[in-house]
């Protein structure tokens, strides 16, 4: 019974979603010199999982607040990852990079937020009205959920569109693990 409530959440959410954000993040993922990820609790670990299918994919890719991740600058792309676009920490990590003259991608529930009004490209993961209290996915359960199937796709569609093959992708994963 669970298991249909969210995949059916998670399929009206994802169905609800514009669909050229693919076509339009890749562009902005393959004109950045180097990409950075950002966000805070949950989203920041959809964000990790974006990050390693990024590196699997051939793009420059550093997670923000991981110790080795060098300075963002001019010609980088800056992807936060928060469903509400307002949460402090990532809006100091925004004003920081855009400061340097990098893009800013926010993935939210939101189409306009602190966060949002900054950014270069909102990518809303279906719309606000759809974000409510779900019985069963409390807590923003909803959106990183969907952001994480969101953000799947859109590596499918660069393995498909740039005919990368698997097993290329096993070649640039961690053998230190």
Do not use: C, W
């Amino acid at each position: 019974m669970h298991q249909k409530l969210i995949i059916d959440k998670i399929s009206s959410i994802l169905d609800a979603t514009d669909k050229s954000h693919d076509v339009r993040l890749t562009e902005m993922l393959d004109s950045a010199r180097r990409i950075f990820i950002a966000g805070a609790g949950r989203s920041k670990l959809v964000g990790n999982f974006f990050a390693m299918r990024l590196v699997h994919g051939g793009y420059d890719v550093s997670v923000v607040g991981e110790i080795v991740t060098p300075s963002i600058k001019n010609g980088d792309l800056l992807i936060i990852i928060s469903g509400s676009g307002e949460t402090e920490q990532l809006i100091a990590f925004t004003k920081s990079a855009k400061k340097v003259g990098a893009k800013i991608v926010l993935i939210s529930a939101k189409s306009s937020s602190t966060i949002g009004d900054m950014a270069d490209a909102v990518f809303a993961v279906g719309s606000p009205d759809q974000y409510g209290k779900v019985v069963g996915m409390p807590m923003g359960t909803v959106f990183e959920l969907s952001t994480l199937i969101f953000l799947e796709a859109i590596v499918s569609h660069i393995i498909h569109e740039k005919g990368i093959a698997e097993e290329v992708m096993r070649e640039r994963h961690a053998n230190l693990e």
